[in-house]
């Protein structure tokens, strides 16, 4: 299962945030519409069907390639 709200595009990083496995970022180099987000976020991504959100928030609708927790 990829998980419920992403989208059907070419993924260019997947980052599992350090000590917890079920906060994960899912990125994507595509230029985004305005239905499509360029970065996902899971926060249940242990789950047997883990749920995603997109966090682009104001980013440029242009692609990114990788994320990072700090």
Known sequence: STG???PNKWITSIT???N???TV???YGSYNTD????VYA???AM???PTFVPVANN????????AMFN
């Open 20 to 22: 917890d496995p079920n």
């Open 47 to 49: 789950d047997d069907t």
């Open 4 to 6: 419920a709200g992403l």
């Open 59 to 66: 980013l440029p609708k242009m692609p990114v390639y990788s």
């Open 42 to 44: 899971s926060f249940n």
């Open 35 to 38: 239905t499509f987000s360029n």
């Open 16 to 18: 599992v945030k350090p």
């Open 25 to 27: 970022l899912v990125t």
